[in-house]
């Protein structure tokens, strides 16, 4: 059971992801201003700010299991450095296949200078809107791994949330490895939110 602090701090969290997208969709004017309150609060009083997001894959091992994981997933209101952390395990769309999501890490933020350890590469600084992200699986090459080593830098924009906890199998799971910022941000999510028994369930063996 939740503490009150706990709850008060996951009310915020969750005040704020619903303003930051409501204010967001009425300045483009898409909504009226009683429309703005009314979403507001169906957001605070029924929404929810993670979902479950299904993966497979050997890039992130082993963190995460190659044969599959049931991840919890925070959702973010704005995928900038506000929310997202160097460190992070991020859900990002595959930046060749729109209808399909990816697990990776989040290596550097914009602003950051990216030199490559092949020196006929020249070293570049990412834009305001970019990011790098890359796979953990040590035992891959870089052109296997299909992080930004293959397709170059991501839109931030392309960052659809964040892992948080991970269900390798009914018996084998745990909150993922993040930086200490998103540790500390989702810890009262977690608190509130996490299911392992709903996990469970919705697995895929």
Known sequence: MASISTWFRYLA???????????KS?????????????IVCKNLFHGRLTYLHWDKGQEMAPTMATHGNTLLVRKLPIPDARYVFVGDAVILKDPNKSDKYLVRRLAAIPGCEMVSTDLKDEPFVLEHDQCWVVAENQELKPKEAYDSRTFGPISMGDIVGRAIYCLRTAVDHGPVNNSCDAIHEDSS??????DVEEMTKNHKA
């Open 13 to 23: 969290h969750k005040l704020e992801y619903s303003l930051t997208l409501s204010v």
């Open 26 to 38: 009425y300045r483009k004017e898409k909504i009226s201003d009683r429309e703005l309150l009314g």
């Open 189 to 194: 999510v977690l608190a509130v939110e996490l």
